[in-house]
């Protein structure tokens, strides 16, 4: 058949275009089992994993401490964070392993003379670290959910650590962008920036003293981090950057086992994270409040206005009431009790959008600097884990001899209640800093279920924003009925309440909706991109996972 240069090339167009839009939106699929999170040789670790016979929670562990070495911004064994477990029996768990103040931590370590905050205590150097959780929560879910050893899941982690890894453009940009801050101490100055030679994107990166700890860790467990070599390791580069944390406060850190938080959203059961994250209460609190309003079309002015509101009244409530739940009362049946909701919601139906408001009575920005990962098994075991350093890099201090970073988690406390935090969040008393005490955090790992099946697996880092970001991936795949790719693709915008700010994402809302939600008051600013979400979607009929990895980063769904 023949066809003029011109068709050839309008048809050549077609093809491509066509190309493009699938691969645009067609989220990964898997029959087996699927890995989504935001480092690619990390995820194709979990499905190896997968493959070999282990269960989700082994593939999370193996990704869990992959990340640390291939994606040190965020991924960690000197941080911690909440791993989501549901098995298919349907038993659900938190594990809780969230950093705590070092015992020698005190309500007003970060306050000057006056009174005042000192700049940075709270976000470089030693002193902002908390006791890390990492190590303790992995093996805690392997040795009680896992079915493999744990020295065979931390093995790809060793090999990636000895033999090195590839260095991404991501990586390598973003070990550039924390220069200042890793150069300021000799482990990571070494280690990360080569003594001021960056790292290339093609340059392979090795972490010999890294490989060493995981290595500790498998042969013991986590008592090869938490005494010994390595936890004297850590109290060396404490003393040496005059920080707090001691061989005590090692030995006595232990990981929680919590009851996941539930709620009810049409029909839906969303099981989220309890304190010491706000992330399950906010999102329960906020999808309450929507439950029986018509969202109209997903970014139109109606639809983000009630969303908007909803966001500002759970976010108020997040800043006055939460804070770790085992040192300070936490009204938490109250605030995702439904006549609340109902209460908040006549408010908001009644008042003019972004009207003053407080914390309600119950009584009566960013880059991805955490990281999230979901997992999803053959036999529909389900793991949504969230974990971080807190800023990118954490407090940019390497534990010497052991190479790895430190968290900065301590500014996650209110240094001083009724100030914000690195993420703009106000903090409130019930947040304020105690010995071994938990800082309040936004993590929201999170399952939605459907008449008793796996439907959802996600979350997302983001500080603040993580919340908001899992409440919209949700409402795009449940109400605006968008697959997976296309709920965690979609634009995205943020209000915490404090600042009075709408933020949205510069591309993708029409000038009508803008020009609308500013006639009505909102204050907006633009950002780049909102958070990093990590997800699964399962076809309870089929069984078949779909897998979406964020594409305002750089990571991979794989499935098999
Ligand atoms: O626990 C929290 O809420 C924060 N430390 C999370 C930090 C974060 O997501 C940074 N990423 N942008």
């Given at each position: 058949?023949?066809?003029?240069?011109?068709?050839?090339?309008?048809?050549?167009?077609?093809?491509?275009?066509?190309?493009?839009?699938?691969?645009?939106?067609?989220?990964?699929?898997?029959?087996?089992?699927?890995v989504?999170?935001?480092?690619?040789?990390?995820?194709?670790?979990?499905?190896?994993?997968?493959?070999e016979?282990?269960?989700?929670?082994?593939?999370?562990?193996?990704?869990?401490?992959?990340?640390?070495?291939?994606?040190?911004?965020?991924?960690?064994?000197?941080?911690?964070?909440?791993?989501?477990?549901?098995l298919?029996?349907?038993?659900?768990?938190?594990?809780?392993?969230?950093?705590a103040?070092p015992?020698?931590?005190?309500?007003?370590?970060?306050?000057?003379?006056?009174?005042?905050?000192?700049?940075?205590?709270?976000?470089?150097?030693?002193?902002?670290?908390?006791?890390?959780?990492?190590?303790?929560?992995?093996?805690?879910?392997?040795?009680?959910?896992?079915?493999?050893?744990?020295?065979?899941?931390?093995?790809?982690?060793?090999?990636?650590?000895?033999?090195?890894?590839?260095?991404?453009?991501?990586?390598?940009?973003?070990l550039?962008?924390?220069?200042?801050?890793?150069?300021?101490?000799?482990?990571?100055?070494?280690?990360f920036?080569?003594?001021?030679?960056?790292?290339?994107p093609?340059?392979?990166?090795?972490?010999?003293?890294?490989?060493?700890?995981?290595?500790?860790?498998?042969?013991?467990?986590?008592?090869?981090?938490?005494?010994?070599?390595?936890?004297?390791?850590?109290?060396?580069?404490?003393?040496k950057y005059?920080?707090?944390?001691?061989?005590?406060?090692?030995?006595?850190?232990r990981?929680?086992?919590?009851?996941?938080?539930?709620?009810?959203?049409r029909?839906?059961?969303?099981?989220?994270?309890?304190?010491?994250?706000?992330?399950?209460?906010?999102?329960?609190?906020?999808?309450?409040?929507?439950?029986?309003l018509?969202?109209?079309?997903p970014?139109?002015?109606?639809?983000?206005?009630?969303?908007?509101?909803?966001?500002?009244?759970?976010?108020?409530?997040?800043?006055?009431?939460?804070?770790?739940?085992?040192?300070?009362?936490?009204?938490?049946?109250?605030?995702?009790?439904?006549?609340?909701?109902?209460?908040?919601r006549?408010?908001?139906?009644?008042?003019?959008?972004?009207?003053?408001?407080?914390?309600?009575?119950?009584?009566a920005?960013?880059?991805?600097?955490?990281?999230?990962?979901?997992?999803?098994?053959?036999?529909?075991?389900?793991?949504?884990?969230?974990?971080?350093?807190?800023?990118?890099?954490?407090?940019?201090?390497?534990?010497?001899?052991?190479?790895?970073?430190?968290?900065?988690?301590?500014?996650?406390?209110a240094?001083?209640?009724?100030?914000?935090?690195?993420?703009?969040?106000?903090?409130?008393?019930?947040?304020?800093?105690?010995?071994?005490?938990?800082?309040?955090?936004?993590?929201?790992?999170?399952?939605?279920l459907?008449?008793?099946?796996l439907?959802?697996?996600?979350?997302?880092?983001?500080?603040?924003?993580?919340?908001?970001?899992?409440?919209?991936?949700?409402?795009?795949n449940?109400?605006?009925?968008?697959d997976?790719?296309?709920?965690?693709?979609?634009?995205?915008?943020?209000?915490?309440?404090?600042p009075?700010?709408?933020?949205?994402?510069?591309?993708?809302?029409?000038?009508?909706?803008?020009?609308?939600?500013?006639?009505?008051?909102?204050?907006?600013?633009?950002?780049?991109?909102?958070?990093d979400?990590?997800?699964?979607?399962?076809?309870?009929?089929?069984?078949?996972?779909?897998?979406?990895?964020?594409?305002r980063?750089?990571?991979?769904?794989?499935?098999?």
């Open positions: 058949m023949y066809f003029s240069l011109r068709t050839k090339l309008f048809l050549a167009l077609v093809v491509l275009a066509s190309a493009l839009t699938a691969l645009a939106f067609t989220p990964v699929a898997g029959r087996h089992g699927m989504a999170s935001s480092e690619p040789l990390a995820s194709e670790v979990g499905v190896q994993i997968l493959r016979g282990g269960n989700a929670v082994d593939a999370a562990v193996a990704v869990g401490f992959a990340l640390a070495v291939t994606h040190p911004l965020a991924g960690n064994i000197g941080g911690g964070g909440f791993m989501l477990i549901r298919a029996s349907g038993e659900a768990v938190v594990v809780d392993y969230r950093e103040a015992a020698a931590a005190s309500r007003n370590m970060y306050l000057n003379s006056n009174g005042e905050i000192i700049p940075h205590a709270s976000t470089v150097g030693v002193l902002s670290a908390g006791v890390p959780g990492t190590v303790a929560g992995l093996a805690l879910a392997e040795e009680k959910y896992g079915k493999l050893e744990l020295a065979r899941v931390i093995a790809p982690a060793v090999h990636l650590a000895r033999g090195g890894f590839e260095v991404s453009y991501q990586f390598s940009e973003s550039r962008q924390d220069g200042d801050r890793l150069s300021q101490f000799d482990a990571s100055r070494r280690i920036l080569r003594d001021g030679r960056f790292y290339q093609g340059e392979t990166f090795k972490q010999p003293d890294l490989a060493q700890t995981l290595e500790a860790i498998a042969h013991q467990g986590a008592k090869g981090f938490y005494s010994g070599a390595v936890a004297q390791a850590i109290a060396a580069t404490m003393q005059h920080g707090l944390i001691t061989e005590e406060d090692l030995a006595r850190y990981p929680i086992l919590r009851q996941p938080l539930v709620g009810h959203f029909g839906y059961e969303v099981v989220s994270v309890p304190p010491p994250s706000s992330g399950g209460v906010a999102l329960i609190e906020m999808l309450n409040i929507l439950d029986p018509d969202l109209g079309p970014e139109s002015f109606e639809s983000m206005h009630l969303m908007v509101e909803a966001m500002r009244h759970a976010y108020a409530d997040r800043a006055a009431y939460l804070g770790d739940a085992d040192f300070t009362p936490v009204p938490v049946a109250r605030l995702t009790s439904e006549a609340y909701a109902a209460k908040l006549e408010e908001i139906l009644h008042s003019k959008p972004d009207a003053p408001i407080a914390a309600g009575n119950p009584q920005f960013e880059s991805s600097q955490t990281t999230h990962y979901s997992v999803v098994d053959d036999n529909g075991n389900a793991v949504a884990n969230t974990y971080t350093l807190n800023n990118g890099y954490g407090s940019g201090v390497t534990v010497e001899g052991a190479g790895f970073l430190l968290n900065d988690e301590m500014d996650d406390f240094a001083k209640p009724g100030t914000h935090n690195l993420y703009g969040l106000v903090q409130g008393e019930a947040n304020a800093i105690a010995p071994n005490k938990r800082p309040l955090s936004s993590m929201t790992p999170t399952l939605v459907q008449d008793g099946k439907r959802l697996v996600l979350g997302s880092p983001g500080g603040g924003t993580i919340i908001n970001t899992v409440l919209q991936v949700l409402l795009n449940l109400v605006f009925k968008m997976i790719l296309q709920a965690v693709s979609f634009p995205r915008f943020h209000h915490q309440w404090m009075d700010r709408l933020i949205l994402e510069r591309v993708g809302f029409s000038a009508d909706t803008i020009q609308k939600l500013r006639e009505a008051g909102y204050q907006i600013d633009f950002y780049g991109g909102i958070g979400c990590e997800a699964i979607a399962v076809d309870a009929l089929s069984g078949w996972k779909f897998g979406a990895s964020d594409p980063a750089d990571g991979k769904a794989v499935g098999y």
